[in-house]
């Protein structure tokens, strides 16, 4: 195959200078990439869509009747499963696993690590001489749990844990082992993951929306919660990753020039996929399919060397276990074709940010989703009572939802480019404001908007409502987008769980109380309908405050929401305090999510984690200065010194050589002070006891204090100093060279 060839003032820099240089090693290597063929199983992709997963259908066609009813029956209704159907589960994924090549198997879950984990156990029985997998060990296995944050709840010496089967995702064949979707506990029973406090979550939605939709239509038996999670990421050159010390530890560039050419032509967006990109993403999405993820939308995204996949919805546990899996395939694949995906929330300053739009809607068993409207009386008034419900739940723990995608890495993003700030608003449209203004008012003001486009709800007080009443607003961080709320502020790294029990459980707790004052009513005497609209007509009233359709970046919003009382937390440990309250640990207490011990743990996870963040950072910010940035400007500064004493010998004005040399001193100075000052400060809050208020002295005087500073003297270093010595990978290079 050709090898492609980057443009010439490139190759002569290759060819002529510093070969030895890593930067310049990493250019050569890129200019002799070759693409990577990739060929599908089959030209269509419904032939080999699931063919690793073992799933409903794969049950169906393995159980025997009695037993696949049993265990359809189970999933639906969130059952324990017996220990003889779990014998007959296990022998026939043992059968199907086995026949396509598997050796192993795995408990594959989720700990607050922020990935997944897992531990590969044989097939095969030496002592027995014969392949076996008993249900006991599909339904149960136990990891060592020593090593993964607990937040107290287990010391290091303390290593029992237990993972679990969680039936209602199904096992998938990853390689040659057969992967099994688990929770993981530890021995006294605490959850030490991201899954049990999701799946506890559902059930609480289920149950919630269950009884309000039974107000409405005694058929309806279950609700679904549903996902679909816009993933963002940017793809550059392996070699270039691995010549920025930075992308490797951090995830992240600490430095980085603005280039000339950034994301300001907006050509970007939409616009045709590179062909190693390309090449990557159809061998990507292959193994997807192949894995029953159904990865449907790719794109360029608007920042240079960043794109987005979007999957079909799903129930929301097995969307997110989906999206966890997808992101360690799209890893592995990248590999095969010489290029590194970043999943960093802000991996390059100045650029969009990466974030995980959560679309979230309620689907009730008979297929009606909760939040799109129709053309019958009856079903409008249940999408008012889930919009409204939803909206007055965001308003009363909008500090939750802020807590729950609260990130070391989130908060590089949050607020500019296209990011939604800290502040927490719901967008809706400006039909649907004038809907729910007319209802709080009990008017009949007619919403023109041409013809055809009103379904009446049936109730003279209740104006009506129009289809795809909302334009989208990049600004909200949850907005309403026609059928369903986008969540926009959940980060591109982050897991969905986190941010998905938060949601659906202030909404499974607005509907309890919802159903209580609808029943309130009633008692009183009063109509059913009418108990409904009067409790809606409260909620819109108390939950006007939140919702917000202008410019989420502008300094008015920011002085109007603090008028409002809405939070504005830009930074992980105080948003994590919002988890502290009593409000909130009653709440998850409450429906039974999480104790009020397993809520604290899991904040001292994050707030540890935050701090080791910040901690590596700031190690690599001082590595590369010192080791790297330094020296080089040094070394620059003495060329410029020989040149500036050539120039005064011959008599000629040296004032512009010498003013450069001013210059690098000065930002060497600041660097040089203000990292031994940043060594220092680690030093002192590494003293400090209480987590929480170690990880506050990280974020105000380490991450607040200097990182910006350093970073403005080194980027400017990198304007001063000849190109040919620079030693770090330029931004021009890493997003624009492929």
Same mark, same amino acid.
């Given at each position: 195959?050709?090898?492609?060839?980057?443009?010439?003032?490139?190759?002569?820099?290759?060819?002529?200078?510093?070969?030895?240089?890593?930067?310049?090693?990493?250019?050569?290597?890129?200019?002799?990439?070759?693409?990577?063929?990739?060929?599908?199983?089959?030209?269509?992709?419904?032939?080999?869509?699931?063919?690793?997963?073992?799933?409903?259908?794969?049950?169906?066609?393995?159980?025997?009747?009695?037993?696949?009813?049993?265990?359809?029956?189970?999933?639906?209704?969130?059952?324990?499963?017996?220990?003889?159907?779990?014998?007959?589960?296990?022998?026939?994924?043992?059968?199907?696993?086995?026949?396509?090549?598997?050796?192993?198997?795995?408990?594959?879950?989720?700990?607050?690590?922020?990935?997944?984990?897992?531990?590969?156990?044989?097939?095969?029985?030496?002592?027995?001489?014969?392949?076996?997998?008993?249900?006991?060990?599909?339904?149960?296995?136990?990891?060592?749990?020593?090593?993964?944050?607990?937040?107290?709840?287990?010391?290091?010496?303390?290593?029992?844990?237990?993972?679990?089967?969680?039936?209602?995702?199904?096992?998938?064949?990853?390689?040659?082992?057969?992967?099994?979707?688990?929770?993981?506990?530890?021995?006294?029973?605490?959850?030490?993951?991201?899954?049990?406090?999701?799946?506890?979550?559902?059930?609480?939605?289920?149950?919630?929306?269950?009884?309000?939709?039974?107000?409405?239509?005694?058929?309806?038996?279950?609700?679904?919660?549903?996902?679909?999670?816009?993933?963002?990421?940017?793809?550059?050159?392996?070699?270039?990753?691995?010549?920025?010390?930075?992308?490797?530890?951090?995830?992240?560039?600490?430095?980085?020039?603005?280039?000339?050419?950034?994301?300001?032509?907006?050509?970007?967006?939409?616009?045709?996929?590179?062909?190693?990109?390309?090449?990557?993403?159809?061998?990507?999405?292959?193994?997807?399919?192949?894995?029953?993820?159904?990865?449907?939308?790719?794109?360029?995204?608007?920042?240079?060397?960043?794109?987005?996949?979007?999957?079909?919805?799903?129930?929301?546990?097995?969307?997110?276990?989906?999206?966890?899996?997808?992101?360690?395939?799209?890893?592995?694949?990248?590999?095969?074709?010489?290029?590194?995906?970043?999943?960093?929330?802000?991996?390059?300053?100045?650029?969009?940010?990466?974030?995980?739009?959560?679309?979230?809607?309620?689907?009730?068993?008979?297929?009606?989703?909760?939040?799109?409207?129709?053309?019958?009386?009856?079903?409008?008034?249940?999408?008012?009572?889930?919009?409204?419900?939803?909206?007055?739940?965001?308003?009363?723990?909008?500090?939750?939802?802020?807590?729950?995608?609260?990130?070391?890495?989130?908060?590089?993003?949050?607020?500019?480019?296209?990011?939604?700030?800290?502040?927490?608003?719901?967008?809706?449209?400006?039909?649907?404001?004038?809907?729910?203004?007319?209802?709080?008012?009990?008017?009949?003001?007619?919403?023109?908007?041409?013809?055809?486009?009103?379904?009446?709800?049936?109730?003279?007080?209740?104006?009506?409502?129009?289809?795809?009443?909302?334009?989208?607003?990049?600004?909200?961080?949850?907005?309403?987008?026609?059928?369903?709320?986008?969540?926009?502020?959940?980060?591109?790294?982050?897991?969905?769980?986190?941010?998905?029990?938060?949601?659906?459980?202030?909404? +499974? *707790?607005?509907? $309890?109380?919802?159903?209580?004052?609808?029943? #309130? @009513?009633? !008692?009183?005497?009063? =109509?059913? &309908?009418?108990?409904?609209?009067?409790?809606?007509?409260?909620?819109?009233?108390?939950?006007?405050?939140?919702?917000?359709?202008?410019?989420?970046?502008?300094?008015?919003?920011?002085?109007?929401?603090?008028?409002?009382?809405?939070?504005?937390?830009?930074?992980?440990?105080?948003?994590?305090?919002?988890?502290?309250?009593?409000?909130? +640990? *009653?709440?998850? $207490?409450?429906?039974?999510?999480?104790?009020? #011990? @397993?809520? !604290?743990?899991?904040? =001292?996870? &994050?707030?540890?984690?935050?701090?080791?963040?910040?901690?590596?950072?700031?190690?690599?910010?001082?590595?590369?200065?010192?080791?790297?940035?330094?020296?080089?400007?040094?070394?620059?500064?003495?060329?410029?010194?020989?040149?500036?004493?050539?120039?005064?010998?011959?008599?000629?004005?040296?004032?512009?050589?010498?003013?450069?040399?001013?210059?690098?001193?000065?930002?060497?100075?600041?660097?040089?002070?203000?990292?031994?000052?940043?060594?220092? =400060?680690?030093?002192?809050?590494?003293?400090?006891?209480?987590?929480?208020?170690?990880?506050?002295?990280?974020?105000?005087?380490?991450?607040?204090?200097?990182?910006?500073?350093?970073?403005?003297?080194?980027?400017?270093?990198?304007?001063?100093?000849?190109?040919?010595?620079?030693?770090?990978?330029?931004?021009?290079?890493?997003?624009?060279?492929?």
């Amino acid at each position: 195959m050709k090898k492609r060839a980057i443009f010439a003032p490139f190759l002569r820099q290759i060819n002529h200078y510093h070969m030895s240089h890593l930067r310049f090693e990493a250019l050569k290597k890129l200019n002799e990439r070759e693409r990577v063929p990739v060929e599908a199983p089959a030209s269509v992709v419904s032939k080999f869509f699931g063919e690793n997963v073992f799933g409903i259908e794969q049950m169906r066609a393995t159980l025997a009747p009695a037993v696949f009813k049993k265990v359809a029956s189970a999933i639906k209704n969130h059952e324990k499963i017996d220990e003889a159907t779990a014998d007959a589960v296990a022998s026939a994924a043992k059968s199907w696993a086995m026949s396509k090549g598997a050796t192993h198997f795995t408990h594959w879950f989720q700990p607050m690590t922020g990935g997944t984990a897992e531990k590969h156990d044989s097939f095969f029985d030496a002592l027995a001489g014969i392949e076996k997998f008993k249900g006991s060990e599909l339904v149960q296995q136990e990891p060592d749990a020593s090593s993964f944050p607990s937040g107290g709840i287990r010391s290091t010496f303390e290593a029992r844990g237990y993972t679990a089967w969680d039936p209602t995702s199904p096992m998938f064949l990853y390689g040659k082992t057969l992967s099994i979707p688990t929770i993981f506990v530890s021995y006294t029973g605490e959850t030490l993951d991201t899954k049990s406090p999701l799946l506890k979550a559902l059930k609480a939605v289920d149950l919630a929306a269950t009884k309000v939709c039974q107000l409405f239509d005694k058929d309806i038996q279950h609700v679904t919660a549903s996902l679909g999670p816009e993933q963002e990421y940017f793809v550059v050159d392996k070699a270039l990753f691995m010549a920025r010390p930075d992308l490797v530890m951090a995830g992240r560039s600490v430095f980085g020039h603005a280039p000339a050419r950034g994301q300001q032509m907006e050509d970007h967006y939409f616009g045709s996929i590179p062909g190693r990109v390309y090449d990557f993403m159809k061998e990507f999405e292959i193994e997807c399919w192949r894995l029953g993820i159904p990865v449907r939308t790719r794109h360029n995204e608007v920042a240079p060397s960043q794109f987005e996949v979007a999957p079909l919805f799903e129930d929301v546990n097995v969307a997110n276990d989906h999206n966890q899996l997808m992101m360690d395939v799209m890893g592995r694949v990248a590999e095969k074709h010489n290029l590194k995906v970043l999943f960093h929330e802000k991996p390059f300053a100045g650029l969009n940010g990466t974030g995980k739009h959560n679309n979230w809607s309620l689907i009730t068993d008979s297929g009606i989703n909760l939040y799109a409207p129709s053309s019958s009386a009856r079903d409008n008034l249940l999408f008012l009572t889930f919009f409204v419900t939803t909206i007055k739940a965001v308003h009363e723990h909008g500090d939750l939802l802020r807590a729950s995608i609260a990130t070391a890495a989130n908060d590089f993003r949050l607020g500019a480019n296209e990011a939604p700030p800290a502040i927490m608003s719901v967008f809706i449209g400006s039909q649907m404001s004038a809907v729910l203004d007319e209802l709080e008012k009990k008017g009949n003001v007619k919403i023109e908007k041409g013809d055809n486009m009103y379904m009446k709800l049936g109730i003279d007080q209740i104006p009506e409502i129009i289809l795809d009443a909302t334009d989208r607003n990049r600004t909200s961080p949850f907005a309403f987008t026609g059928n369903k709320f986008e969540f926009r502020a959940v980060g591109g790294s982050d897991n969905c769980a986190t941010a998905m029990t938060a949601l659906n459980t202030i909404v +499974a *707790d607005q509907l $309890e109380k919802f159903f209580e004052s609808v029943n #309130k @009513e009633i !008692e009183k005497g009063e =109509e059913k &309908r009418m108990a409904i609209v009067n409790v809606l007509r409260k909620y819109i009233k108390e939950s006007k405050d939140v919702r917000f359709e202008g410019d989420g970046y502008s300094d008015e919003w920011v002085k109007e929401a603090a008028k409002r009382k809405l939070g504005n937390v830009k930074n992980t440990p105080r948003a994590l305090e919002a988890y502290l309250t009593k409000k909130s +640990a *009653d709440l998850f $207490e409450r429906h039974g999510i999480m104790s009020h #011990k @397993e809520n !604290e743990a899991r904040v =001292e996870i &994050r707030l540890e984690g935050y701090i080791k963040r910040v901690q590596i950072e700031a190690r690599v910010i001082g590595d590369l200065v010192m080791n790297h940035i330094v020296p080089t400007a040094i070394n620059y500064q003495s060329k410029l010194i020989t040149n500036a004493n050539g120039l005064k010998g011959l008599g000629i004005d040296n004032k512009a050589v010498v003013q450069t040399i001013k210059e690098i001193s000065g930002h060497i100075d600041t660097i040089k002070t203000n990292v031994r000052a940043m060594i220092e =400060e680690r030093k002192r809050i590494n003293k400090i006891t209480d987590t929480h208020k170690r990880a506050v002295a990280y974020c105000d005087d380490i991450k607040e204090k200097y990182f910006d500073v350093i970073r403005d003297s080194v980027d400017k270093l990198e304007l001063l100093v000849d190109d040919e010595d620079w030693p770090l990978v330029k931004y021009r290079e890493l997003l624009f060279l492929r």
